[in-house]
């Protein structure tokens, strides 16, 4: 099995075969085991103990689903303007949460971009307990989308090429990633980012694993590929630097030594699960 990144697993229930009785999702909000989703500064709300705070149903707008039969809802609250205001808490967010923390925002972030139809600019209206919206005008109906993209990791020779963002923190070096366009593949993608981010060619791409992205709803793929060689060409209108690091100088940086070449991405990101997956594989060939 492909490694779980923060953010991924089954979190609860969804009940999909309930969306679609409107009766029947009002009367599990009104059931004295139902909760609804506390919300702080336009984010889910977390506790002390790292765990989502749940309250009584007052706006019970959004079904989230069964957390061990107990019927779960949010309000269609307006996220924070700044995805990154997030990134703060999400070390002290219980990985047991993160799947639902994921599903809330997104769904939130989607109902704040989506009040009126796609198809006619008339106002729309939630239908299915939150996971769909229709336009009373032109019947269209509206669905949560995912914007898929790729993140991956080149390897050449036992090094792997990373890259940094003019946002990241100083000394920050990641994996580099990209939205995949309309009509290409994932492996084109994959190849392409690199090309165009980093000027070189590869081969031999594989996937690795998935990650659900919240900011505001993507969903992240990924791969490691085999890079021909290792000139760069970087684009400094996308990165602020891209270079190679070498199996000691990763290995170096995710045990958090201080005289590291550079500091990893964080826990909760998949690209700091892409570098564990790659070290413990390259310890174990």
């Known amino acids: 099995m492909p490694p779980e990144p923060f953010f991924s697993g089954a979190g609860i229930d969804r009940a999909d075969v309930l969306r679609a009785d409107p009766a029947q999702v009002a009367e599990l909000g009104r059931s004295a085991s139902a909760r609804q989703l506390a919300w702080r500064d336009g984010l889910p709300a977390i506790g002390d103990d790292g765990r989502l705070v749940w309250e009584g149903v007052s706006t019970p707008d959004l079904f989230l689903g069964l957390q061990d039969g107990e019927p779960r809802f949010s309000a269609t609250e307006q996220p924070h303007s700044n995805a990154r205001a997030a990134f703060d808490t999400m070390g002290t967010l219980a990985p047991a949460d993160a799947p639902l923390f994921a599903a809330a925002l997104s769904l939130a972030w989607w109902h704040s971009r989506h009040v009126f139809c796609a198809n ?79 000027g070189i060619d590869v081969t031999e791409v594989t996937y690795t694993a998935s990650q659900p992205w919240p900011f505001p709803s993507s969903l992240m793929i990924g791969c490691q590929a085999r890079a021909l060689g290792q000139e760069l060409t970087v684009d400094f209108t996308e990165l602020d630097d891209a270079r190679w690091f070498t199996r000691e100088e990763v290995r170096a940086a995710l045990s958090g030594e201080a005289d590291a070449a550079f500091l990893p991405p964080p826990r909760f990101a998949i690209a700091r699960t892409l570098l564990d997956h790659w070290l413990n594989a390259q310890s174990t060939a």
Do not use: N, T
Request: charged share 25%.
């Open 120 to 198: 006619c600019g008339h106002d729309s209206v939630i239908e299915r307990g939150g996971w769909s919206r229709r336009c009373p005008s032109c019947s269209a109906q509206h669905f949560p989308r995912v914007d898929p993209v790729v993140i991956m990791l080149a390897e050449h020779d036992g090094s792997l090429l990373l890259g940094r963002q003019p946002q990241y923190p100083e000394g920050r070096y990641s994996a580099l990633a990209g939205f995949l366009e309309p009509g290409e593949s994932i492996e084109a993608a994959v190849a392409r980012e690199l090309k165009e981010e980093a």
